[in-house]
């Protein structure tokens, strides 16, 4: 090779493909601290997550059902002075082991969820788990308000229309455990449809949905809440149904306004 056709190859550029195929990996999609276990040892934890749920909830429950009555009382609040009849043997009882039930799993709640987090922490990204903290809190807070609504609002508008409603025909004796079924019923299912934002969110953050995309679907939300507050709502008056209908819409609507504020 003559000296003319010597080529300097420290001026040739690094053609290797497998260097510029490889896209830069996202430090947010990186899961840090990655530890590899095998099936088995993912289906242990889990089983001994699922165990400590159960403890919590046993230990929520039978604490709730020691101190019941207060509870129960509580409850009978929103009833304005109706008397409440045991119709047969034991119904107080079986009631009473409801209410525990119900109070126990909202008690025991917060730590359920811990085990939860602490089973699938290990398999989210960066960007993943900067989402979780916003999500748990606001999931509480939300569900929380949910109860409050439906105790404080719903609850008392539904008795008040059926304690209205043939007041002058018929006597106000209602049985007990009908009645722990009917505000039971309607306090986690409004809680869990405050839930609505959070998903909304959820949904925004990772891309799936935009906030243009839900607001142009209002019609098609403001049947499903009418029909939502059809079914979660235990009564057939007209007034429950259209206040927690109008509480999902103005959740929904909100919720586009949170996805709208994240940029999404």
């Known amino acids: 090779m003559t000296p003319s056709q010597e080529v300097d190859t420290a001026t040739v550029p690094d053609l290797d493909p497998e260097k ?3 896209p830069e990996s996202n430090p947010l999609d990186e899961l840090p601290g990655e530890v590899e276990m095998s099936l088995f040892e993912h289906l242990e934890e889990l089983r001994q997550r699922i165990f400590y749920a159960l403890i919590a909830v046993a230990i929520g429950v039978i604490g709730c059902f020691i101190a019941v009555k207060p509870i129960v009382q509580l409850l009978e609040v ?15 009882f079986f009631v009473s082991l409801k209410v525990a039930g119900y109070s126990g799993l909202l008690v025991a709640s917060p730590f359920v969820l811990y085990q939860i987090i602490q089973f699938v922490l290990p398999g989210l990204t960066r960007r993943e788990r900067r989402l979780l903290a916003p999500i748990v809190l606001g999931s509480s807070v939300l569900f929380a308000a949910g109860l ?3 105790y404080y609002l719903l609850i008392p508008a539904a008795l008040k229309f ?19 079924e009917f505000v039971l019923l309607l306090l986690f299912s409004t809680g869990l449809a405050f839930q609505i934002p959070v998903i909304q969110l959820l949904l925004g953050a990772l891309g799936i949905v935009s906030s243009e995309t839900m607001l142009s679907g209002w019609r098609y939300v403001t049947l499903g809440a ?23 819409l103005g959740l929904y609507f909100g919720g586009i306004g949170l996805v709208k504020l994240v940029g999404k």
């Open 162 to 180: 059926f304690i209205s409603y043939g007041a002058d025909v018929v006597e106000q004796l209602w049985s007990i455990d009908k009645y722990f």
């Open 78 to 92: 929103p009833a304005q002075g109706v008397k409440f009849l045991q119709l047969a043997p034991g119904e107080y």
């Open 20 to 22: 510029y195929d490889q």
């Open 148 to 150: 409050t609504f439906a």
């Open 226 to 248: 009418v029909i939502l507050g059809a079914v979660l709502t235990p009564s057939v008056d007209p007034l429950t149904q259209t206040l927690l209908a109008g509480a999902v």
